[in-house]
């Protein structure tokens, strides 16, 4: 439907990411604001890159406001073309939150995908290609010994330099000398993204003794990638050491008014409210900044 443009109060744009490290992005709100005729708040990364951070992830912002839970700890986890997850714990712990990007999403999952059906999939749907595999446990050794996987010190953000197409190419070359099939390549990409999460959970989050994992939030269309979801759960239970698998919720579950599908434009428009407000709006102890600060002009 038609948006007058008299019911738009602020417009918050987040600019296209060219570099990850640290996080910069294209776009200029000067010229949204004079085209549109609208107040419009913008470059919200600068200002956390200024006195130090990385800029990123800022996802986490989102969590920390909206996500923490009445006790332990919850993991808050978003899934795209890359990951973020931020490790949130209930307010009165008196400990900061944690977050980072572990790694790769479904972007080399959908390219795969892509290949194997010969265009007819845009992604494999409900994990049924990864399903029909096996994980190649060489080959799943061999991936996770990409730099960004070996990091060990906060922050940890990515960019698009991290996991490039030709680092896919790359990878399915490497398959295909190993006699791996597609399917079997599938299987072992579902499985590095859902275990390089499980072992940035176990390597920079709570002490499971001191403060209890409360329960894992997953954002993102993935969710509806049973196999997916599954290979997630057996990974977090053997990674955090857990006696049972994990209670995963998707963003909807947890609150009926987080849309599932859009919930990443309602964190821009949160952010440049933040701005217009005079609102912290990076988390500091997530983005390496030497205080909080007000992202955006």
């Given amino acids: 439907p038609e948006i007058k443009r008299s019911s738009i109060d602020l417009i918050s744009s987040h600019g296209q990411s060219v570099m990850g490290h640290p996080h910069w992005e294209m776009g200029d ?5 004079n085209r549109m005729g609208i107040t419009t708040a913008g470059d919200f990364r600068t200002a956390d890159v200024g006195v130090g951070g990385n800029g990123s992830p800022c996802t986490c912002t989102f969590d920390v406001l909206f996500l923490t839970p009445p006790s332990g700890w919850r993991l808050c ?6 990951t973020t997850i931020t490790m949130v714990p209930h307010a009165n712990a008196g400990i900061a939150p944690v977050g980072l990007d572990p790694g790769i999403g479904v972007f080399f999952m959908d390219l795969n995908a892509q290949i194997e059906s010969k265009g007819d999939m845009e992604y494999d749907d409900g994990g049924a290609l990864a399903r029909s595999g096996r994980v190649h446990k060489g080959l799943l050794a061999e991936f996770l010994k990409h730099p960004h996987f070996m990091r060990t010190k906060l ?4 960019g698009a330099e991290d996991f490039p197409r030709s680092l896919f190419s790359k990878w399915r070359v490497l398959a295909a000398e190993q006699s791996v099939s597609g399917a079997d390549l599938q299987a072992t990409l ?3 993204t859902a275990r390089s999460l499980a072992l940035a959970a176990k390597r920079f989050g709570f002490d499971g003794s001191l403060l209890p994992l409360y329960d894992v939030v997953v954002r993102g269309q993935v969710w509806k990638n049973h196999f997916f979801m599954e290979r997630l759960s057996e990974n977090l239970k053997t990674c955090l050491e857990l006696e049972t698998k994990v209670a995963i919720q998707s963003l909807n579950e947890v609150d009926a008014s987080y849309p599932n599908d859009s919930w990443e434009t309602c964190m821009y428009a949160i ?3 933040l701005t217009i407000k005079g609102c912290y709006n990076f988390v500091s102890s997530i983005t390496g ?4 600060v007000v992202g955006g002009k």
Avoid: D, R
């Fill in 29 to 33: 709100v000067n010229v949204i604001a």
């Fill in 77 to 82: 986890i978003n899934i795209g073309g890359t």
């Fill in 155 to 158: 922050p940890i953000s990515i």
């Fill in 190 to 192: 579902t499985e590095l």
């Fill in 271 to 273: 952010f440049g409210a």
């Fill in 289 to 292: 900044a030497s205080k909080a």
